[in-house]
């Protein structure tokens, strides 16, 4: 069974423009979470998506939104971007459902820098 | 708001030593989970928990829910054991919403 992948890997961008980044989840999970990490934050939940439906979300500002696909396929895009956006991003997959009891997969993460 | 503390920050062993890693949380959860981050990023889900015990190959998990305390132990530690290991439990009892701890850099030299 494939993992959960993200890309692109690695994203250079310049303050002020947006970025999307995309996240394939494991076969047959339907709930998607994205996290930011910094070096001064740690990881910080951002959204976690379930059937289309974002399900949670995150202390973030509305800069920072996503949306999922009916292949659960997510993406998420960060708009007029600052340079305390510069982190890795990574999503996780899950079977989903109710009870937080599942255990999330991470994909590798994609690391943007903003200049 | 669940606010989770690990221990040690940083951890530094000798090939073959018993390692813990502590983690309380301040609200009742349903299931706590423990995380690897190698260099790189990579992270990889080593266990969830809701009581108990848990065990998988040298490590091992364990949890007090009345406490609000879990440990994850690695028996034997080697150097490619070196990563930083995190803990995270939901905000809400039941949601995927999760909170980490700052995580503890384990360095083990050979």
């Known amino acids: 069974k494939a993992g959960v992948t993200q890309t692109p890997r690695y994203l250079i961008k310049t303050r002020g423009q947006q970025v999307t980044l995309s996240c394939s989840p494991i076969?047959?999970?339907?709930?998607v979470s994205w996290y930011q990490q910094t070096p001064g934050q740690g990881l910080q939940f951002l959204f976690e998506y379930f059937s289309e439906t974002q399900r949670n979300k995150g202390n973030f500002p509305g800069r920072f939104s996503g949306r999922q696909f009916s292949n659960s396929r997510s993406e998420m895009n960060v708009s007029t971007l600052e340079l305390g956006d510069s982190a890795l991003y990574l999503c996780a997959s899950s079977l989903g459902g109710t009870g937080g009891f599942y255990e999330q997969y991470f994909g590798p993460g994609t690391r943007l820098t903003v200049t | 708001k669940n606010e989770v503390e690990q221990s040690p920050q940083n951890l530094t062993a000798q090939e073959g030593e018993f390692i813990t890693i502590n983690c309380s949380y301040s609200v009742g959860i349903s299931a706590l989970h423990w995380l690897q981050q190698h260099p790189g990023g990579g992270i990889v889900s080593l266990f969830m928990l809701s009581s108990g015990k848990k065990k998988h190959g040298r490590l091992i998990a364990t949890i007090n829910i009345q406490e609000k305390h879990s440990s994850l132990h690695i028996t034997a530690s080697h150097p490619r054991d070196s990563a930083v290991y995190i803990c995270?439990?939901?905000?809400?009892?039941?949601?995927?919403?999760?909170?980490f701890g700052k995580g503890t850099k384990l360095t083990v030299n050979p």
């Open positions: 076969s047959g999970h339907r709930s």
């Open positions: 995270a439990v939901p905000t809400q009892g039941g949601s995927e919403k999760l909170v």
